[in-house]
Structures are given as structure tokens and as C-alpha cells.
């Protein structure tokens, strides 16, 4: 999975925007949104508030999360704790860059929620690159990585495999393992 499909997931989740117009309920493969009343929020798909946007058919309400006191907040817990802190969300990464490019002036304080969401995510990118350093030099035994987002784990989605791979293979001298002989006779 790259970057994009993780963001494609990170678009379902729901927004609450503020529709200019009146409509009734849209019937989507993934539920039913709407109805739609001029001036009354109403939660859709963060996909579908991006469109309505950029038609300029609504304003988008900032997430609950996307306040900068409860973001602070969340970049001092991460920075107090060894381990990962719960995010907001699933894909608070992905939210951000995309309600904050497409709607930065529906959203307070944008340029400081952009710096804020970046410091978390800086933290727990170093956090994360710190773990699996360990994970490799205790010979993969285990690692505890509660709480990571789906981004987080897409990013080292490649890395870590591979290190176990030249891990095993350095553990056995350079012969080939059971497993690499497995992949040579397939």
C-alpha cells in the first residue's frame, strides 16, 4: 500500500460541513448522507466535503481535534511518554493535509494547526524510527507499537521487513536459509 491508497481510506471519514444549498439525502455505496439544508452542519465523507468545496456549495467545519490547545496538548503527551499516545484519529495526518489545503480559510488558526499536526507527526516518525533501531538490535524479538496510525505503519511497511531479511541473512553467516531456499526452488 502507498501514501495515496492509505489517504484514499483517510478520505472516508466523516467531516461536518455547512451546505449553501438545499437537498435531499444522497444514497452512497458507503451510506447515506444528507438531507442537505442551506446553513444546517451535516457530516459527509471528507471526499465529498472536498468537492463540495471546491464548487464553493459549502464551508467545512474543522475536525473536533483540529484545535490547537488539544494539539499542544497531544505534542506534550507524545514527547512525555516512551511509547505511542492514541491520536484523534486513525488518519489525523491525512485529515489535516487534505481539509487544510483545500479549506485553510474555513479552519482557525490553520497555519498553526499545519505546524502542529507536522510536530506530532515529526515526534512519532522519530519515536518510530528509534523502535524499530531497537527491534533490530535486540535480533527481532518483539516490539510494542500500540496506537500507530495507518500512515505511520505504511511508512515502515517496507523498511522493517527487509532489515529482518539482512538480519537473518548475516545470523546464518551468508548460507542461504531455509526460507531463501524456499524463494529459489518456487
Request: hydrophobic residues 45%; negative net charge.
Amino acid at each position: 500500500m502507498d501514501p495515496s491508497e492509505v489517504e484514499f481510506l483517510g478520505e472516508k471519514q466523516l467531516v461536518s460541513i455547512v451546505p449553501n444549498f438545499s437537498f435531499g439525502i444522497i444514497h452512497l455505496i458507503s451510506g447515506s448522507v444528507g438531507p442537505f439544508r442551506a446553513g444546517l452542519p451535516v457530516k459527509v465523507p471528507i471526499w465529498l466535503a472536498i468537492s463540495l468545496k471546491q464548487q464553493q456549495k459549502c464551508r467545512i467545519i474543522a475536525q473536533e481535534w483540529m484545535d490547537i490547545e488539544k494539539l499542544n496538548d497531544s505534542i506534550e503527551a507524545e514527547k512525555r511518554s516512551k511509547l505511542f499516545t492514541k491520536m484523534p484519529s486513525n488518519h489525523f495526518m491525512d485529515e489535516a493535509q487534505m481539509l487544510l489545503m483545500v479549506a485553510p480559510d474555513d479552519i482557525p488558526d490553520a497555519d498553526n494547526i499545519r505546524t502542529a499536526v507536522k510536530d506530532i507527526w515529526d515526534l512519532r516518525m522519530s519515536k518510530l524510527r528509534s523502535s524499530v533501531i531497537g527491534f533490530v538490535k535486540n535480533a527481532g524479538t518483539y516490539a510494542k507499537l500500540d496506537h500507530l496510525t495507518a500512515m505511520e505503519i505504511n511508512s515502515i511497511r517496507s523498511l522493517l521487513p527487509d532489515a529482518l531479511d539482512i538480519m537473518l541473512h548475516m545470523e546464518h553467516g551468508g548460507k542461504p536459509t531455509v526460507l531463501q531456499s524456499l524463494n529459489t526452488t518456487m
